[in-house]
């Protein structure tokens, strides 16, 4: 086989760019195993993340790429996945991404939002774990249902609890609601660097953490101690939330946390009656203060009755009702979410 065929070949794959991450795939190391074989070539496509957004635009594009060169009559491509690692260090052992899931105010569904991206993540086949950081008010047990609780093995590290496929950990578990709260204060720094540092994880691909509302002492601690991927904003449409999105942007900004987007939660009501959307709060306030913050709009969560069942041993939206409309939002959610780190971690890899 002619190495000026294999030369063309390669120069053609060079001027197949990734759209998100903006370079070519073959200098973000996203080609594999090329062989040119009679009548054609063969080759691997090496995909950051599951449901990579891009993905089939990319495949198109190669095939369309390499079939103009003369001598390429069958394109035979593969693909396989292999999630990368966000952080420069792994700062949490055995963990390569992870996720902030903040707000600036209490009460806009941080949590709620958290279980099920942590779902959805999971769902395209990414080993995803969820730690709830809210120390004073964790809801993470609740939320996710039925499932086994932490326990300490036998080399005194501590295994997460785990419901539907999720490693959890919560001090929601350790802590009583009859806990007195001024207990649990001192608790606080140790227990956090505890879950970061003592609990063995396992290998997972994302670790969701579900902040406290507000940008206080847990943000900074975190935001010193670990090594973070990204964190997402959830917000309300009403003006009031808008300014508290700006001020959670600003201390990411402060700590060189990326902001990768905002999520407008309960933003409009799909009404049983009519089966139309009702935005109550006006339209696109979500999409403006991420234009304006130059963050991606990552979507709008429609207010839905169903999600107060939320908490139930049946576990979140995601598992009971995968098919309802704001179930589907949030896994087109965590399909960017997962583009976006994945993007920036191919990208990184080449600097
Ligand atoms: N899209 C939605 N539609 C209807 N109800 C929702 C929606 N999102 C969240 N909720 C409900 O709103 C309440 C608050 O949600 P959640 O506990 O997730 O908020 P939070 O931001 O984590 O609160 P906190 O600041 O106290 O941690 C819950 O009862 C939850 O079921
Ligand atoms: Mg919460
Ligand atoms: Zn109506």
New binding site residues.
């Given amino acids: 086989m002619s190495e000026e065929l294999r030369a063309e070949i390669e120069r053609r794959l060079e001027s197949v760019i990734d759209p998100v991450a903006k370079e070519s795939v073959a200098r973000l190391g996203m080609i594999e195993d090329l062989r040119v074989v009679p009548g054609g070539v063969e080759l691997g496509l090496v995909l950051p993340a599951h449901g990579y957004e891009p993905a089939s635009e990319i495949a198109a594009a190669i095939e369309s790429a390499l079939r103009q060169v003369a001598g390429v009559e069958r394109v035979t491509l593969s693909e396989r996945v292999e999630i990368l690692a966000g952080g420069r260090t792994e700062s949490i052992p055995g963990v390569k991404n992870v996720l902030l899931v903040a707000s600036g105010k209490?009460?806009v569904?941080?949590?709620?939002v958290?279980a099920n991206l942590a779902l959805a993540l999971a769902a395209t086949g990414a080993r995803v774990g969820l730690l709830?950081c809210?120390i004073y008010?964790p809801?993470i047990p609740v939320l996710m249902g039925a499932g086994e609780r932490p326990h300490i093995d036998e080399n005194r590290r501590i295994q997460p609890g785990k419901a539907h496929g999720i490693a959890l950990i919560s001090m929601g578990f350790m802590v009583t609601p009859d806990t007195p709260m001024v207990w649990r204060g001192p608790m606080l720094h140790g227990a956090l660097s505890q879950f970061v540092d003592d609990v063995d994880w396992g290998d997972l691909d994302y670790l969701v953490l579900?902040?406290?509302?507000g940008t206080g002492d847990i943000q900074l601690t975190l935001s010193q101690k670990v090594d973070v991927a990204g964190a997402v904003i959830v917000t309300t449409p009403q003006q009031v939330a808008i300014e508290d999105v700006q001020r959670g942007k600003k201390m990411f900004d402060d700590v060189q946390i990326a902001t990768l987007g905002v999520i407008e939660n309960m933003s409009h009501f799909i009404c049983p009656k009519c089966d139309k959307e009702h935005w109550i709060f006006g339209r696109d306030g979500g999409r403006r203060i991420a234009e304006q913050l130059e963050v991606e709009f990552l979507g709008a969560i429609p207010i839905d009755p169903v999600f107060a069942a939320d908490g139930n041993a049946e576990g979140p939206l995601l598992v009971r009702q995968p098919e309802a409309p704001a179930a589907r939002v949030l896994r087109s959610i965590a399909q960017k979410i997962a583009t976006r780190i994945a993007a920036r971690n191919l990208v990184r890899r080449l600097i």
């Fill in positions: 209490g009460g569904g941080k949590s709620t958290a709830d809210d008010g809801s579900d902040l406290p509302p």
